[in-house]
């Protein structure tokens, strides 16, 4: 599996419609997701799933009145309850011999340890499709989301223990055995075991809301300085990880602090919200903005690794309602 910032073929993306995770915030969703798109079709195509044809027409309207180009997104019509595809869909690996995109895994889902009875059919939406993407699919076996680990490409991989050895997952299978599993399906060779995730995080500790690679030396890890943050004690245990660990190659790591954004819901619980939710792309980095004071900070640290790509805020706050953000909405299906 290559890292994020591989040449993509195209982004999957599933168009927002469940009530239940968006409560009277569908319109505003809608409004991110054609934004987002808006910046991913410029310089690769979009594979975006739609329940019917009914709201294939009325989503394609939406998007022309942005300007965007219908024939570089591809419609798929099929029946999903929720938008983090990064979670329940598969995740696309490149052979290095053929030098061909045509293999992808597909992990079992199960609406984060069954959490979620309404959004478990999501882990049957893929198998309908993918001879869409062209890919030959393998069922990896085991319960897995693909927010719940990122990779460098050359052979790391990133994770918590928090999320893949929650007996609510795979309650059978011991920490060994998930890692092999996990660094077979990848093609990865070094796992790196964080400890927790973020605070009120129903994800059970996600790590694309902590640490991420932005190549294959560097990690972007989130770091608050405010000692009364639920997430600051977390986040420093995962710091002093990091510090300690090496790549698959013996090498320790470039450490890059991200700040933590503290945003409330209208009902005063502390939001999941994270910059390093963002999205590597083939011409942007998408980074979510909570209208916090740290919100231009996370854009500028981020910008400083990406000097190849435009870095890009989008307005998450309605997002983030649903318990993620950019990240958790995309997946990347790369080329060679």
Sequence with gaps: MPGE?????????AWPHDSITFPDRIPQVERVFAEIVFHLHQAERIDLIVLDASMQTRVEKILRSLGIDLLRVTFHCADYADVWIRDW???FLLNQMTKKQDVCIKWQYNAYGNKFPDLLKDDRTFFSLHDASGQTMFDAGVIMEGGSFDVNGAGALLTTGQCLLNPNRNPQLDQEQIEKTVQTMTGSSHVIWLK???????????IDDVARFVDPRTIVMAETKDASDPNYAVLQENWRILKRAVDQDGQPFRLVALPMPKMYYDDRQQAPASYANFYIANQHVLVPQYDQPEDSLALEILQSRFSDRKVVGIDCRDLIYGGGAIHCITQQQPEF
Aim: charged share 15%; aromatic share 14%; proline share 4%.
């Design 5 to 13: 910032w591989h040449c993509h073929r195209s982004t999957w993306m």
């Design 89 to 91: 869909g598969p995740s």
């Design 196 to 206: 927790n995730g973020i605070f009120n995080d129903h994800t059970d500790g996600h």
